[in-house]
Structure formats: C-alpha cells, structure tokens
C-alpha cells in the first residue's frame, strides 16, 4: 500500500541541478526518513510534493493515482500537509482561531469546529486545548497545533520538517509518541532530521539523498548512525578529536545583575551575571523563551539593558551601539537566521558585508572594497563548504544548512575576542556541524569567549566549558558538561519550569569571583 509515490523527478535552479531522477516511495501507516547533506535536495522535493514547486521531469502518485500539483491548495486536497520548521502560527489569537483560518468552509468557526479539534486532538494524543491563545504556547505545544492544523485539513501523509531542532529529549518522545498514533491510523509522515539517532529510532524506512539524487535506502535496525551519515556523504567520517579544556582566568565578558524588562514592567531579564574567561564556552540551557532571546539582544545592542552593566575586556559597553560592539570583536550568530543574519535577496557577497561594513577586509578606510569582500567570500564558500554555484546568487537561493554556514564563516572571519551563539549549527548536517565544532574549539584556542544558546543539548554539552540553566529571566542552576546527560539537562530545564530543579542554585554573587578553569 503505497501513500505517495515520487518517480524520476528532476529539478534545475540556474547553476544548480537541485533533484536528479529522484525516486520515493512512502507507504501507508510508516514514518519515511529523508536524510542528506546540506544541499542535497530534501527541501526542494518536498516543496515539490507539498505543490510550491513544479518538477522539470518525472511524476507524483498518491495513493497510485498520477497528479499534478499546481499550488499547495492542490496538494491538500490530496492529503500532502506539511508543518513547516519556522511556525506559521498568530501569537495573538487562539489555538481555535489559527486551526480555522482559510479553511472556515470546512466545519465553520464554532461549535462544530471547535468538536473536530477536541476529536483529532483525542485520537492522536495531541492534546490540544481550542481556547487558549497561542502566545501561551512553548514551542512543543505549538507544534502540536500546527500538526493539529493540517489533519484538520484532511492530510493523510504530512511533510515534518526538522521537527525536533526545537525539542528537549522528552519532548521529542512525546512526539515521537504522536507520531506512532498517526501510523496507526494508517497515516503516513515524511521525516526531513540531520539528527541521525533520532532518524534512526523512529523511521520505518529511510531514503538516503546525496547531491540531488537518490543514493540508497537504509534499514533502521540494521544502520548505525554513523553509517548513515557515510552514506550520505559517501565516504568515511573522519573521528572528532577530544577537546581539551583551554579556560583561563582572563575575563573577556563581565556582565553584572543585568535587568531588561517588558514595556509593562515584568522583568524579562533580572539579576543576570555572569563572567566569560578568554578560552570558555559560556552554555546557556533553557526552554525557548525564558529570556534568551532577550540576553543575546542585549549583548550585542540590539536592545539596552535598563539596568546593570556589561564589560568586554576592561571597557564598559553597555552603552554602545551594535555596530561599535561588532567593531571591537563581537561576534554574532543569531537565532533566526532570516531577520537578523542575512538580505535574503542579496547576493552572497553582499551578504558577506553585512554587519561589518566598516571592517577590513570589506572596506579600504571608508570606502568599501567589493573586489576584497568578493575576494574573501569566495574563501568562505571554499573554507566552510558553502555549497552554491557561485557568489552572485541570492542568499535566499542557499539550501537552509548553506545559509548557516555562510553566517558562521563570516563572523568567524572578523576573529572576534566574543562570539555570541545562538543554536550556531541549526540545520547543519552531521558533517558540517563537526566543521564548524571544529572552528569554534580551535578560535576558542586562541582566546575566543563564547555565549552558547542552543537547543540541541548534546552540543550545548559537548562545547560548553560551563553550564548555567535560564528560567524565567534568572540564571537559576549550574551544570557540569563533563558528567551531565542530554536527559538530565533536559529535566532540570523543564525542571526549572516546575519549580523542581535537580540541580544547586547559584550562589547570587554569580560565578565570576572564582576561578573557573579545570
Ligand atoms: N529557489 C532556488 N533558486 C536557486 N537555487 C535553489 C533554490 N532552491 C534551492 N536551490 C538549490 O538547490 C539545492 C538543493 O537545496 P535544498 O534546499 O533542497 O537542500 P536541502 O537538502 O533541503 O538542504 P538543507 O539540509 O541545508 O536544508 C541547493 O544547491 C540550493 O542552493
């Protein structure tokens, strides 16, 4: 019993041959992996099956029957959803409201509705409640509506896009929990990871994509992590060598009971300190949403602190703009890639400038110097293996993992004394996340101070020299990398949620009166 069927499908962008002859076949009642490097053309074929994109060659099936989409209005009518990596639902308005939106005709905007919810949400275990607003959401309770939402469409097979990047451990359980429910019921999902032991447990098949075409499939119980990552980039992994510690006791960042609070007055950010030493990798666990987004904001000036000081080395900066932190060896990986990180519609290049333009090698005294930026973009590309046909395209052309790498490639480049990192390899895949481990520990090396946001808990573990759990706005427990487990972290971060936290409270004098180095 076939869902859906791919056959022989090809797709060009200028330059690039993003599908070639790719075959999928996805049967009913299973969870279907889809894994590959960056840029290998998993995104581009589910835009293709989901109706974005028409394919230059080859057929689609569904449920044996040849169609052909012209828009994802097409798509859903033949049971393709899909839940997008970047939630797409209103803050503002209840769960009901966005489930509803553009299909009211459906089952109306009340009673009848709001019973269709509460009966998808029982069969599949979603647990969703239709009247609370979705700001009141964490990010795993927000998925659930967004899966919500689509089997409210009628999807029968639905397209997860690198669904656990936002999930601690015991959330991706419960999903994976859920998604068991779907199987079960005879629905069918497409599972877009990088995160290979997580492919591994819970998919039924696997299809193997390497440089746009079809290399293989895998069977999980058969198939280790590493082998798959192997297929996918077709040769042996090279071993990730054991970091040693390089902490000293130089403080490059010193932050001092840092308070940022909402225009209402709630406190956002109250009572943060903490101390950076030269060769240290500050890591910073928490559910999304307890103040980290505030934090990096004002480190890097977006917003000021109102509040509390922050030192770089021995000058006060709290007062400065962005673009004087940059100046002086700020750098800046940030959480949404989109808004804050590139021009999606300039080229690589352009966007190679971006946040540095007064800095070498981008401008020659206060001209710019586009011969030298292009210059240097073309080493990014090669040293960070930004796969593009060139640097004139557009940023929004690059694969998701592409574009991330261009990001770290450019901030690495400006040799910061500071890098401020928020999830620095999301959507990375196994190959280029080791990369880019690699430049970190080795600027690190040399000095670099590091601010670790992430939500994948064994790099926040695996790079981080010290550990501290955000709740709330409060740095309120610390953790040891060298023994902590992703679970244990997990429970501590949700822990603090509960008011039960497994591990010690600071002292309030915070951690930067002793001596860090081990
Ligand atoms: N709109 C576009 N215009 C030009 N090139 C594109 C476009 N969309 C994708 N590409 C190119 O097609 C190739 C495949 O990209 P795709 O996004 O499908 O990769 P992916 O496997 O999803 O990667 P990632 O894991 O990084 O998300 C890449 O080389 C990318 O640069």
Redesign the pocket.
């Known amino acids: 019993m076939t869902a859906v069927e791919l056959a022989g499908i090809t797709k060009r962008?200028?330059g690039?041959v993003?599908n070639h002859d790719i075959h999928l076949t996805v049967r009913k009642g299973t969870v279907h992996a889809l894994v590959?490097?960056?840029?290998?053309?998993?995104?581009?074929?589910m835009k293709i099956l989901y109706g974005m994109q028409k394919p230059d060659e080859g057929t689609i099936a569904i449920d044996g029957e040849q169609v052909s989409f012209h828009s994802p209005a097409d798509a859903i009518a033949r049971g393709i959803g899909m839940v997008h990596q970047h939630f797409m639902l209103a803050d503002n308005l209840t769960v009901l409201e966005n489930v509803v939106l553009g299909s009211e005709k459906l089952y109306g905007i009340g009673a009848k509705a709001r019973r269709k919810i509460k009966e998808i949400s029982d069969r599949y275990g979603l647990g969703v409640r239709p009247d609370v607003l979705v700001e009141e959401l964490g990010v795993a309770a927000r998925q659930r509506v967004e899966i919500l939402k689509v089997l409210y469409r009628g999807a029968r097979t639905l397209i997860l896009d690198e669904p656990t990047a936002v999930l601690v451990p015991q959330e991706v359980d419960a999903l994976f929990d859920n998604l068991r429910e779907l199987k079960s019921e005879g629905l069918s999902v497409i599972f877009i990871s990088?995160k290979l032991g997580e492919v591994l447990s819970v998919a039924d098949d696997i299809t193997v994509?390497r440089r746009?075409t079809t290399v293989g499939t895998a069977v999980p119980a058969e198939t280790t992590p590493r082998q798959l990552a192997e297929m996918m980039v077709g040769s042996e992994l090279p071993t990730p060598e054991t970091a040693e510690s390089t902490v000293t006791d130089r403080p490059v960042v010193a932050v001092d009971k840092l308070r940022l609070a909402a225009p209402g007055g709630k406190a956002l950010l109250d009572d943060v300190t903490f101390t950076i030493h030269a060769g240290e990798v500050l890591g910073i666990a928490g559910v999304e949403g307890n103040g980290q987004t505030e934090l990096v904001d004002a480190l890097i000036g977006l917003r000021h602190a109102d509040s509390g000081t922050i030192r770089l080395a021995d000058e006060e900066i709290t007062g400065w703009t962005t673009r004087k932190r940059r100046e002086q060896g700020v750098g800046y990986i940030p959480e949404d890639r989109h808004r804050h990180g590139l021009l999606l519609e300039a080229p690589l290049w352009e966007n190679r400038i971006l946040g540095h333009v007064t800095e070498k090698p981008n401008a020659k005294g206060v001209w710019l110097d586009p011969k030298a930026a292009q210059e240097d973009t073309r080493r990014i590309v090669e040293t960070y293996d930004v796969?593009?046909p060139g640097i004139d395209?557009t940023a929004?052309?690059?694969?998701?993992?592409?574009q991330q790498k261009l990001i770290v490639g450019r901030e690495m480049s400006h040799k910061p004394r500071f890098l401020i990192a928020a999830h620095p390899t999301r959507?990375v895949?196994v190959g280029a996340q080791a990369a880019i481990w690699d430049h970190i520990r080795e600027a690190r090396r040399e000095g670099l101070a590091v601010l670790l946001i992430s939500a994948d808990l064994d790099e926040l573990i695996g790079l981080s020299d010290t550990l501290r759990v955000i709740y709330d706005g409060r740095l309120v427990a610390d953790a040891d990398p060298a023994t902590i487990t992703p679970e244990e972290l997990g429970s501590a971060m949700t822990g603090a949620a509960s008011g039960h936290l497994e591990h010690e409270e600071t002292p309030t004098d915070g951690p930067g009166t002793e001596d860090e180095a081990r």
């Open positions: 962008f200028p690039v993003a590959g490097e960056n840029g290998a053309g998993k995104s581009t074929l990088h994509i746009g796969r593009t395209v929004a052309s690059l694969s998701g993992g592409n959507g895949d």
